[in-house]
Antibody, heavy 124, light 107 residues
Framework: QVTLRETGPALVRPTQTLTLTCTFS??????????VSWIRQPPGKAPEWLAR???????SYSTSLKTRLTISKDTSKKQVVLTMTNMDPVDTATYFC????????????????WGQGTLVTVSS | DIQLTQSPSFLSASVGDRVTITCRAS??????LAWYQQKPGKAPNLLIY???TLQSGVPSRFSGSGSGTEFTLTISSLQPEDFATYYC?????????FGQGTKLDIK
């Protein structure tokens, strides 16, 4: 059974750095085609894709946020960590950790399993 | 970045109705599109990708079509549990952008 759980602070002050941890089970990030992505969703708005790390440790970032984001993995601990620097109130959102599979037949990725999300509020 | 525009943004319909949601991309994305359903307080749920392949467990009343820049999600006969918000997402090139969403509610 695949599960993902996001942990991190519920409240962050402006200019601080946010660190979120995704702890997963039911799959290995060393399996070919396996990835973990972070996607956020501001209240009442559409989801926004942030970053992805894959089985070969290749990383991909949102164009507009790439200078502020870092994604990393610890395969043995089954964890993926996302850090976002210089937080601002507009970064208030629910942050989701998502198991992402590269579908070799289709030639792209599927965001199939999602964590429940963690709401991060940025406020002074 | 590739922009996705969904229409309509809001849709009122009745149980049993056939509804169609459109997603238009700002540039050609081949068949690299997925559709999600999201209910309040829950994570998005993958319905369809590729863009006509149903994710396992998704009812057959859902179908997807399109290629290039125009895609559609059709629900053939609305059920009470289908009232939700629907999003398209392009997976042609990073960043994998989402449409703004279509909220489907009961007429």
């Amino acid at each position: 059974q695949v599960t993902l759980r996001e942990t991190g602070p519920a409240l962050v002050r402006p200019t601080q750095t946010l660190t979120l941890t995704c702890t997963f089970s039911g799959f290995s990030l060393s399996t070919s085609g396996m990835c973990v992505s972070w996607i956020r969703q501001p209240p009442g708005k559409a989801p926004e894709w942030l970053a992805r790390i894959d089985w070969e440790d290749d990383k991909s970032y949102s164009t507009s946020l790439k200078t502020r984001l870092t994604i990393s993995k610890d395969t043995s601990k089954k964890q993926v960590v996302l850090t976002m620097t210089n937080m601002d109130p507009v970064d208030t959102a629910t942050y989701f950790c998502v198991r992402t599979e590269y579908d070799y037949l289709w030639g792209s990725y599927r965001h199939h399993y999602w964590g429940q999300g963690t709401l991060v509020t940025v406020s002074s | 970045d590739i922009q996705l525009t969904q229409s309509p943004s809001f849709l009122s319909a009745s149980v049993g109705d056939r509804v169609t949601i459109t997603c238009r991309a700002s540039q050609a994305i081949s068949s690299f599109l997925a559709w999600y359903q999201q209910k309040p307080g829950k994570a998005p749920n993958l319905l369809i990708y590729a863009p006509s392949t149903l994710q396992s467990g998704v009812p057959s009343r859902f179908s997807g079509s399109g290629s290039g820049t125009e895609f559609t999600l059709t629900i053939s006969s609305l059920q009470p549990e289908d009232f939700a918000t629907y999003y398209c997402q392009q997976l042609n090139s990073s960043p994998f952008t989402f449409g703004q969403g279509t909220k489907l509610d009961i007429k």
